[in-house]
Structures are given as C-alpha cells and as structure tokens.
C-alpha cells in the first residue's frame, strides 16, 4: 500500500473531507490531493514533502514515523528506478562496465617508449661535437754547445705507440703518447723512435720540424744525429 493510500484511508477514518484537512494542516487541498496520489513534486522539495507527512499525521492521530518511513522507500524505489532507466538507455555507465586497459597495450606503448628515448640519444650521440685536445706547445731547441740530439713528439692527429732509444740501446720511452701530448727526449750521439701509428704525430729534431715520416697506421722507425 502507497503512502498515498495510507493517507486517504487514515483521512476518511477521521471522517474529515480534504477541504477540512487542509483547513487543519495549513496546507492547500489541491496539494494534499496530489498527495494522495503520491504526487509530491509541489512540495518543494523532499525536506518540506516530510514536513507536509508529518503534519498530516498529527492531525489524523496516526503515527508520523510511518509515513515518513513509507515515503522515504517509495523515494528510494523512484530513485532506483531512475537509475535503472539511464543505465538501460546508456546514460549512465555502471561501475563495472569501466573499459579495461589490455597489459599487451600498455607493454607495446613502453617499448615504444623505449625506443623512441634510445633513438633520440642515438641522434644527439651522433650530433655532439667531439673535442680532440689540442697539442702542447713546446719550444724546442739544439742544445747550446752544439752538442747532443734532441727529439719532439706530438701526437697531433692520433695516439700512437713509441719506443725510443739511445746510441748504445738503452730504452728512453716505450709506450702510448696520447693524443694532443708532447714528449720530449734527448741523447748525445744519436736517438732512434720507432712509431704504431706514424701518420698520427709530427716530429721535431734538434728543433727543426721534420716531414712527415707515414701514414696512419703504419708502423716506422727512424734515427736521428746531431746534425739532422
């Protein structure tokens, strides 16, 4: 049985019509007639539809929470019945319909990822200046009595492997001179270098610069004296 119902039957026991119970609740007959047919949408408002129910139910001697109890679960039973409605017409979506991300989706867009940030380093790899140390300065001169050789060696273009020696075989250097590095060496009678990369460094004798003495790559030794 409707709230509605309920009010109509607990009216008609009071033996009161609708004009006489509006005239005692202060509420219009046309809207406790809507009531009645459980129309409450000019009531204003659900706060001043309970309002209206309790007042009718004091004023018919039936107890007020039973009205208030019936009308809130005909609201509930509307208001799911709205929802059932939207849902059934796609206005609105239930929770569990929620579109779910496939994990083979999200793995193809972080390899994706991936790739994109390894192809970018390639790029800015490949574009970035590479800054060869320049060679040392150095000032090289024929020792002043005349005497002795002296022997500059600049890896200007490339590094390269040295071994250098005096008159009687005594080794001076024997390893890599790096690249953009000068060393420096000096006998009495005569020095001999023998060099792993000869067209990567240039050679000053007795502080005369010489030709070049190879290519890159090519392994070459040669002497020099005091009068070179």
């Given at each position: 049985?409707?709230?509605?119902?309920?009010?109509?039957?607990?009216r008609?026991?009071a033996?009161?019509?609708?004009?006489?119970?509006?005239a005692?609740?202060?509420?219009?007959?046309?809207?406790?007639?809507?009531?009645?047919?459980?129309?409450?949408k000019?009531?204003?408002?659900?706060?001043?539809?309970?309002?209206?129910?309790?007042?009718?139910?004091?004023?018919?001697?039936?107890?007020?929470?039973?009205f208030i109890?019936?009308f809130?679960?005909?609201?509930?039973?509307?208001?799911?019945?709205?929802?059932?409605?939207?849902?059934?017409?796609?206005?609105?979506?239930?929770?569990?319909?929620?579109?779910?991300?496939?994990?083979?989706?999200?793995?193809?867009?972080s390899?994706?990822?991936?790739?994109?940030?390894?192809?970018?380093?390639?790029?800015?790899?490949?574009?970035?200046?590479?800054?060869?140390?320049?060679?040392?300065?150095?000032?090289?001169?024929?020792?002043?009595?005349?005497?002795?050789?002296?022997?500059?060696?600049?890896?200007?273009?490339?590094?390269?492997?040295?071994?250098?020696?005096?008159?009687?075989?005594?080794?001076?250097?024997?390893?890599?001179?790096?690249?953009?590095?000068?060393?420096?060496?000096?006998?009495?009678?005569?020095?001999?270098?023998?060099?792993?990369?000869a067209?990567?460094?240039?050679?000053?004798?007795?502080?005369?610069?010489?030709?070049?003495?190879?290519?890159?790559?090519?392994?070459?030794?040669?002497?020099?004296?005091?009068?070179?």
């Amino acid at each position: 049985m409707s709230l509605g119902t309920l009010i109509n039957q607990a009216r008609n026991s009071a033996g009161l019509s609708v004009e006489e119970l509006s005239a005692l609740t202060n509420i219009r007959s046309a809207l406790l007639k809507e009531i009645e047919l459980d129309n409450f949408k000019n009531c204003g408002g659900e706060t001043y539809a309970r309002g209206h129910i309790r007042n009718i139910a004091i004023k018919l001697g039936a107890d007020p929470q039973i009205f208030i109890t019936a009308f809130e679960e005909e609201q509930m039973q509307v208001d799911r019945s709205m929802k059932d409605l939207l849902l059934e017409n796609n206005v609105m979506r239930q929770p569990q319909d929620t579109p779910k991300v496939s994990w083979k989706i999200l793995a193809s867009i972080s390899v994706g990822s991936l790739l994109v940030v390894a192809i970018v380093q390639i790029v800015l790899s490949n574009t970035k200046s590479v800054d060869i140390p320049k060679p040392i300065a150095t000032t090289s001169a024929k020792p002043a009595d005349g005497t002795g050789v002296e022997l500059v060696v600049t890896a200007t273009r490339a590094q390269s492997w040295l071994s250098v020696s005096d008159a009687s075989g005594q080794i001076l250097f024997n390893g890599t001179i790096a690249l953009g590095t000068t060393k420096t060496f000096r006998t009495d009678v005569t020095i001999t270098a023998k060099f792993g990369n000869a067209g990567g460094v240039d050679l000053t004798v007795n502080g005369k610069k010489v030709d070049s003495i190879g290519e890159n790559g090519e392994v070459v030794s040669v002497s020099y004296g005091v009068d070179s």
